[in-house]
């Protein structure tokens, strides 16, 4: 089948231009860039006024299922994905059972094959069930397609078995996803330590709870040579500490999430657990790092943690509730809306960093728009208007405190595979 998509402005981040281009898709692949192409296709796509860019890539995203499916599953969480813009995503391992052996990570790329509408990879834990007591079978699970090791929920407290998994993943070579947070500097804590969490009655968390962590796996990173990608990045701590990393040739890249560059504690205004997650939200002095830090590279890749959660777990309060937010379908207008259209990322860095960028970590040959390459895309809309409602999600989780924000920034087509996965 013939895919055209007419008149779109061709963001190409593998060769960085920029052109007003039409592209031909055929049997999966980019068959054609170029203006103006006659050809009779089966699919025309109007992209005139949007960007065509290499499909959103996700590098952080909970799927829950197998074990919680009332929150999500694959199915759900890939249709969230498409209608974000996502053509690839990783499924981090907290699930019920842990991703810790092939088996669960057989279960999940099965079913995602099945279904068929976007690339899912998932994660294989470090410790078995996420125990922090002894390691995963890593190497069945390298055998099965993991893309990388994480321990997401938390992070192996005991330096010693964090450093034998890094050598694994050297081993193996794959990238390790650190979630940094010293769960007992943590002691309880459920919003930034600052005066909202005083003014909200509720215990704080440190930025030091981040910040030891991230320091502690840079330095066991430059010990084992292990590739080092620092999840969810909240703190001016983290930034600054990366910037000395990467200064120094350290092989360490990072995240930050569209929620921690747009909001603060001071967001807070009731006990409302949408707008609890962890990290948490921080002061603006953090805030205006992590923009710094985007503008500057210095942060490589934009990931939502896509955190599902019930109405119910989430109706119970900030002190009980559980940590997280969705975030596949308003990532993309909130990048468009805080970053882009504030100066501080081009398109060109838009692309890059929800796209190229973590292809390039993940070791996958996507994340461009070229002429015979895999047919993964997004149509943009960078311009059109609208305000969030949770009620239009495709997730099962509706747990966001964007509802009601008006954004910029709408994704009118995506393909995967050459496929028309989503259309508006
Ligand atoms: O907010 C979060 N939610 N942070 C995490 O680290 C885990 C995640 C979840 O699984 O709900
Ligand atoms: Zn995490
Ligand atoms: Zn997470």
């Known amino acids: 089948m013939l895919l055209l998509i007419k008149n779109g402005m061709v963001v190409n981040p593998g060769d960085k231009t920029q052109t007003e281009s039409d592209v031909l898709v055929e049997n999966g692949k980019v068959k054609q860039i170029a203006p103006g192409l006659s050809v009779k296709a089966e699919r025309v796509i109007d992209a005139a006024g949007c960007c065509v860019m290499p499909g959103f890539i996700d590098m952080h995203v909970h799927l ?47 079913k995602a094959q099945d279904i068929g509408l976007a690339h899912v990879l998932q994660a294989g834990s470090m410790t078995m069930g996420e125990r922090g007591e002894e390691l995963s079978d890593i190497e069945g699970m390298v055998e099965a397609g993991i893309p990388g090791l994480s321990e997401d929920g938390k992070s192996v407290m005991n330096a010693r078995l964090c450093r034998e998994a890094m050598a694994l993943a050297v081993k193996y ?3 390790i ?14 919003v930034n ?32 040579g292990a590739a080092l990608h620092l999840c969810h990045c909240s703190t001016k701590g983290s930034v600054q500490m990366l910037k000395f990393a990467k200064q120094t040739g350290l092989r360490v890249t990072a995240e930050a999430c569209p929620h921690h560059f747009t909001l603060t504690s001071s967001d807070i205004r009731e006990d409302d657990a949408n707008y609890k997650m962890n990290p948490p939200l921080r002061t603006q002095e953090d ?57 501080y990322l081009t398109m060109m860095q838009m692309a890059e960093k929800m796209s190229y960028n973590p292809a390039k970590i993940l070791g996958l040959d996507r994340g461009t728009v070229e002429e015979g390459k895999t047919a993964d895309l997004v149509v943009f809309d960078p311009q059109q208007e609208y305000v969030v409602n949770p009620a239009e999600f495709y997730s099962k989780g509706k ?26």
């Open 64 to 110: 829950r299922d197998p074990g919680q499916e009332h929150k999500e599953t694959v199915e759900t969480g890939l249709r969230a994905a498409v209608h974000g813009g996502f053509t690839t995503i990783v499924a981090m391992p907290n699930t019920k059972p842990v991703v810790d052996n092939p088996d669960v990570v057989r279960y999940v790329h099965n």
């Open 173 to 175: 070579d794959i990238p």
């Open 177 to 190: 996803f650190a979630h940094c947070e010293d769960i007992n500097l943590v002691n309880g804590g459920v």
């Open 193 to 224: 330590e600052d005066g909202n969490a005083k003014r909200l009655g509720q215990k704080g968390i440190s930025n030091s709870v981040e910040d030891v962590i991230a320091a502690r796996d840079m330095i066991l990173a430059r010990e084992t």
């Open 287 to 343: 805030v205006d790092a992590l923009r710094e830090g985007l503008r500057e590279d210095i942060i490589d890749v934009i990931a939502t943690d896509h955190a599902p959660h019930t109405a119910i777990e989430k109706g119970e309060g900030i002190r009980r509730a559980p940590f997280g937010i969705t975030g596949l379908e308003t990532a993309a207008s909130l990048v468009m809306t805080e970053l882009v259209d504030q100066g």
């Open 399 to 424: 747990n966001t405190p964007f509802a009601g924000r008006k954004v910029k920034g709408v994704v009118i087509a995506t393909i995967v595979d050459g496929r028309v996965v989503y259309e508006k």
